[in-house]
């Protein structure tokens, strides 16, 4: 389901003496439906690095990412637009979101995007509000004076609103108490199950146990690192 | 797919100085791209020169019409262009007085655009303006005053209803939160956010506000002296910019 | 008079003049621009129907001149004798026996026939005028048959006033394609614009001309659910009984006292006569 074949990438500051920052070489990685990988290294290696040049918000070098039929290292914008709305989710570290617009329609958004009806996924988004224990009487806010966890919480609702054949997961159970980590942890159990392809970045020992089926660590793909 | 609107070699010069040169992209139906720069970058001639309001020195901007197909608008007839303008076009300008009519009601701002399109009957025109005013939510005691009892964001949601409610394909919007209030901002930018999903637009926006066009646009232009910098996906040309002037413009942004 | 010519303007002028009348009658109610000439009244008084009737008169004609339906106010004696003595032709008060006919803000009462002509005199052409101020822009809607705004004008009426308050000057289609202001006769008049006899239009000031050959087919404009009515005052006159003539109203004292009167004073004055 997703493929990484060869992928590098580097930045170039051009307003600070053009320095060029290489940060990755020779990336390759498979995950096929079902299974959950997890991208483990150091801090600064480069993982959600490569979590956003899946997803298309960083330009990759060389090389090519495929996510179902679309390789997203070459793809048109508005292809992967159209891959970002059906087939590829992902929830990032920190909430991103419109302002002004109340928390359930944040969450319902997706949703809408591929067609549910209003009714339909505002009481989708509900569900899971009430399943991440974001009380009712806060739906109707928006999420940008929420803490840091009810934000990520909000975060999640969102990137599991609508049944992605991939998905990213950036630090999912981030700034989680125990309950709620539990309930992320069925909520991705239950999109393995369903047969979603799913690449994380766990800093949490025991939920990458409990998840993963196999470990990618990027280290091997930093340049000058490599061995 | 085919694009709605294909943008070839446009160029437009004044003497010896350059408005814009050497622009091209297909435009496809529900995208939304952004046009962005600073002062003088050219991208407000462009805009004109796209929505036929000025005549570019040389390339074609073709437009995938309802009865004829693509057709290229920069050497069509005026009446054509006209026509084009009360219906599959709209344009959204940066000032609501450009784009109304100050001195007649708004519900007779709305309903203009109905009637060049020859609707007859009074008591559905003032129904589709009271429709369309609640869309942009006015309300409809509102709907026999003149624009200039109006807000600035009133006024600029009166435009948008007027543009939008002959079912346009494509919208320009020149800055249209420029020299509004930020609060007002946010509510205009929910707005159009919501109609252009809604109705399928496809638009081009131009704008100096990086936070504008991260919200509504899927694809971006970055403009600096006339030429396109950069272009891509919106998200990726403003956390991963490539050029020089992109990651200064980026950079530059004040942070709240 | 023999200091001047016939009918006071130059040959060239004259003919200048209807070339514009024939461009008008081939495209009935554009509005054709002409080099208005300076005449012995200032603008505002009529040089534009004067123009043109001193453009169309010939020796044989009978002229008769109306202002505001009424053939003895001061402007219509002034402009009738002016011509008794430019062109030294016959002059009638009687509708029936004019040839040529120029008018203020009124069509006769008795239906007009083939072989006569009327002008009007018109202060301002231009029908969007009053909604759209730019020259450039009016004749660019009228080029392109760009008339929504027109309609405009009649919603915010029907929005501001319960219904189209245009009394005066009720812009008109003309035959499926122009936009013409008829000149400001009272809406009543309008049914009559379907007429048999040729009509022209001249604005002296504002340097238009424009026209309606007979039989052209004029509607007024309005919506389908408020249609337009031709409507005047609901009484009859005081000095003949007419029931279907446009009226006047006249106050007659300082309480309040009023009459209304036809304001054909041709038509008025041949029914009290029949009556009697």
Known sequence: MISVENVSKSFTLHNQGSTVIPVMAGASLHVAAGECVALVGASGAGKSTLMRMIYGNYLTASGRIMVGDTDVASAAPREVIALRRRTLGYVSQFLRVVPRVPTIDVVAEPLLLTGTGADEARAQAATLLARLNIPERLWGLSPTTFSGGEQQRVNIARGFAFAYPALLLDEPTASLDPTNRATVLAMVQEAKARGAAIIGIFHDHAAREALCDRQVDVTGFTPGLAA | ?256 | MKEYNFAYLDEQTKRMIRRAILKGLAIPGYQVPFASREMPMPYGWGTGGVQVSAAVLTPDDTLKVIDQGADDTTNAVSIRRFFQRTAGVAVTEKTGEASVIQTRHRIPEQALREGQIIVYQVPIPEPLRFLEPSEVETRKMHALEDYGLMHVKLYEDISQHGDIATAYAYPVKVEGRYVMDPSPIPKFDNPKLDMAAIQLFGAGREQRIYALPPYTKVVSLDFDDYPFQPTKADHACALCGSTSSYLDELITDDAGGRMFICSDTDYCATRVEDAA
């Open chain 2, 1 to 256: 797919m085919t694009p709605l609107l294909q943008v070839e070699n446009l160029a437009k010069y004044y003497g010896a100085r350059i408005g814009c040169t050497d622009v091209s992209f297909d435009l496809y139906p529900g995208e939304v791209m952004g046009i962005v720069g600073e002062s003088g970058s050219g991208k407000s001639t462009l805009l004109n020169c796209l929505a036929g309001h000025l005549k570019p020195d040389h390339g074609a901007v073709r437009f995938a019409t309802r009865s004829d197909g693509l057709r290229d608008t920069v050497t069509m007839s005026e009446p054509e262009r006209r026509m084009l303008g009360r219906t599959d076009w709209a344009f959204v300008h940066q000032h609501a007085r450009d784009g109304l009519r100050m001195n007649v009601s708004a519900g007779g701002n709305v309903g203009e655009r109905l009637m060049a399109v020859n609707a007859r009957h009074y008591g559905d025109i003032r129904e589709q303006a009271i429709d369309w005013l609640g869309r942009v939510e006015i309300t409809q005691d509102r709907i026999d005053d003149r624009p200039t009892a109006f807000s600035g964001g009133m006024q600029q949601r009166l435009q948008i209803a007027r543009n939008l409610v002959t079912g346009p394909r494509l919208v320009f919007m020149d800055e249209p939160t420029g020299g509004l209030d930020v609060s007002v901002q946010a509510r205009l930018l929910d707005l159009l956010r919501g109609l252009v999903r809604d109705m399928g637009l496809s638009a081009i926006i131009v704008t100096h506000d990086l936070a504008v066009v991260r919200l509504l646009a899927d694809r971006l232009m970055v403009m600096k002296d006339g030429h396109v910098v950069e272009t891509g996906l919106t998200d990726q040309v403003l956390d991963d910019p490539q050029h020089g002037y992109t990651q200064l413009l980026v950079s530059s942004v004040l942070q709240v």
